[in-house]
């Protein structure tokens, strides 16, 4: 004999869970879906993702002509130079021996693209 399971109503759901006042953009979740997609190394699925970014980022420009343009494409950007400067320097951290001028070149720009990341 199976053990029925007895499911909440969606209505049940929502009164004890509403929406939140604020809901994220549909360019934020992408640019969140991006950033993980391209620092795990799933290039492929980062650049899809990508030009879905693009997308909703135009849709909402059309839309609301009144918000800043392109601030998660920007955000995007950054986020690119900044992994791309962080794998450059793990790369040079396993060099044997260690170049003492490419952890420290490497390691500068590591930061300078963190900055501006986080800066944006």
């Known amino acids: 004999m199976r053990q029925s399971i007895d499911l909440p109503l969606l209505s049940d759901i929502l009164v004890t869970h509403p929406a939140p006042k604020y809901d994220r953009r549909l360019s934020d979740k992408i640019l969140a879906a ?20 693009e997308e909703a980022e135009q849709s909402a420009a ?3 002509p009144q918000r800043r343009s392109s601030t998660a494409m920007t955000q995007a950007d950054l986020l690119v130079e900044f992994v791309d400067a962080r794998d450059a320097y793990k790369r040079a951290t396993r060099c044997d021996p260690s170049d003492a001028e490419e ?3 490497t390691s500068r720009e590591m ?10």
Request: charged residues 35%.
């Open 34 to 53: 991006f950033a993980h997609a391209y620092e795990v190394g799933e290039r492929g699925v980062a650049a899809r993702l990508r030009r879905a970014l």
């Open 62 to 64: 059309a839309a609301h």
């Open 111 to 120: 930061l300078d693209a963190y900055r501006r990341w986080s800066d944006s």
């Open 103 to 105: 952890l420290d070149r």
